[in-house]
Structure formats: structure tokens, C-alpha cells
């Protein structure tokens, strides 16, 4: 019930921000219950995959061919 009376106290634009923040914040939970040298394997593998994406992308809007 309090949790109810509390979700009342927040604006529709605070309910969406937080509905859009709360599944990032379960991925972050289970990520830091990994070990530190797992976090850190994981962490470089987003990076290098954002990275080959990011590249891809620029390739394709430098270039005049359809990708």
C-alpha cells in the first residue's frame, strides 16, 4: 500500500524516466555481481564491440556505395 500512495507522488514524465531506467539498472546488478576480472573481460569486450560498430557505420556513411 505505501508503495502504492508513492508511486502517486511522482509526475507521469518521473514514472517514464524511471520505467526507462529501471531495466538498465537490473542489467547493472547483474553485472556487478561478477567477479572484478569478469567485469573488466566483459568491459572490454562492449568496448571493442561498440568500437567495430561505431567503425562499420562511419565506413558506410563515407562511403557512396549502398552498406
Do not use: H
Not at 529501471?22 to 546488478?29: A, D, K, M, S, T
Request: aromatic share 6%; net charge positive.
Amino acid at each position: 500500500m505505501a508503495a502504492r500512495g508513492m508511486r502517486r507522488g511522482f509526475s507521469a514524465l518521473q514514472r517514464a524516466e524511471i520505467a526507462e531506467i529501471l531495466p538498465q539498472l537490473v542489467v547493472l546488478r547483474r553485472f556487478l555481481s561478477f567477479s572484478a576480472l569478469q567485469r573488466a573481460e566483459i568491459a572490454e569486450i562492449v568496448e571493442r564491440t561498440e568500437r567495430t560498430v561505431l567503425d562499420a557505420a562511419f565506413q558506410c556513411s563515407s562511403t557512396s556505395r549502398n552498406c
